[in-house]
Antibody, heavy 119, light 109 residues
């Protein structure tokens, strides 16, 4: 059964870099699909950050594009997110998810990890 | 940029009643790239509906989606206690490529 699990520091200082990894089990990230990140500030709605495909294509939300890098490690079957120059506004639960190629819905999600930006 | 507006913000109903949730887009959503998710406190969202009207795997048939263009609806025919949650719509289209509505909270009356 497909499972996704986020990991990374729960606390990041302002102006530093937030780094998260999503480990995928039960499915090879080489077998198609997009792999994406979505975040949710405490008590608020969902915001798409970006997604990428094993063929190399990556797409980012313009609101964070200048500060974000995503990458795939097919040897470890995982993908990663970096957000540079973080501020308190980046405090959120970060989810990784699989995204269908056909209708572009997010069909499998990780449980989420809370990242707090604070000194 | 396509903005999704969900209404109502909060819907108060009793188990057994019918729930109708609305999602309106500021521009036409191409090819019905519209999905619905359910989120319970402390949990990740769960996919309910994709392609505007297709139930995801394992989703009970009391959930149905309809609509096209700029107006979409999620209907829960007879509310069960486990259906009380927050519901989000999501579209794929113009920049940003993906966006979510602000959510509708379905609460027990």
């Amino acid at each position: 059964q497909l499972q996704l699990q986020e990991s990374g520091p729960g606390l990041v200082k302002p102006s530093e870099t937030l780094s998260l990894t999503c480990s995928v089990s039960g499915y090879s990230i080489n077998n198609g699909y997009y792999w994406g990140w979505i975040r949710q500030p405490p008590g608020k709605g969902l915001e798409w950050i970006g997604n990428l495909h094993h063929s190399g294509g990556s797409y980012y939300n313009p609101s964070v594009k200048s500060r974000v890098t995503m990458s795939l490690d097919t040897s470890k079957n995982e993908f990663s997110l970096e957000v540079r120059s973080v501020t308190a506004a980046d405090t959120a639960v970060y989810y990784c998810a699989r995204q269908s190629l056909s209708m572009r819905d997010f069909d499998y999600w990780g449980q989420g990890v809370l990242v707090t930006v604070s000194s | 940029e396509i903005v999704l507006t969900q209404s109502p913000g909060t819907l108060s109903l009793s188990p057994g009643e019918r729930a109708t949730l609305s999602c309106r887009a500021s521009q036409s959503v191409s090819d019905n790239y519209l999905a619905w998710y359910q989120q319970k406190p402390g949990q990740a969202p769960r996919l309910l509906i994709y392609g505007a009207s297709n139930r995801a795997t394992g989703i009970p048939d009391r959930f149905s989606g309809s609509g096209s263009g700029t107006a979409f609806t999620l209907t829960i025919s007879r509310l069960e206690p486990e259906d009380f949650a927050v519901y989000y719509c999501q579209q794929y289209g113009n920049s940003p490529a993906y966006s979510f509505g602000q959510g509708t909270k379905l609460e027990i009356k």
